[in-house]
């Protein structure tokens, strides 16, 4: 099959051209510990891997990207303290912090959600949600844990 020997060749020139910039592109994306702007991440951070409080007035789980940013404390059950949970270190350590929004994006949002400038309305929502918590976490720092 023409079709199939000519995707091989394109698949082979790929890993041809990934084999010669890997370590590059591993060292780019790769952080120490004492490198500027690491943090611990979890490594593996999906859907899959955080167990949330039950939430009211969110919608449907089809809802849009508008509603999902606009969620808040004010739409949270009162869970006696309890907070949402992150399972399955088995990957953490040092890396940089949108790494792991990077792969909760890719494994845990819709292609759709994604599409026409969605990924972008989505990362803007995650960079305004933490500087309002640091913000907040500087003038108390008990909001911290």
Known sequence: ???????????RSVGKRLHAVHRLISNQLSAEPD???ATLIHGDFKAMNILLRQRRDIGPADSDRDQLL???????EDSGGEDDVLIDFAQP???YGMSDVAF???HSVAPETLASG?????????????R???AKSI???????
């Open 93 to 95: 350590g040092p890396g």
């Open 70 to 76: 606009q969620s808040g404390p004010s739409t949270v």
């Open 139 to 145: 003038q108390d720092p008990s909001r911290m844990t």
């Open 35 to 37: 490198s500027p702007y």
């Open 132 to 134: 309002s918590f640091l």
């Open 1 to 11: 099959n023409a079709s199939w020997e000519e995707e091989l060749r394109t698949l």
């Open 104 to 106: 909760l994006l890719v």
């Open 118 to 130: 969605g990924e972008e309305e989505l990362v803007r929502g995650y960079v305004c949600a933490l």
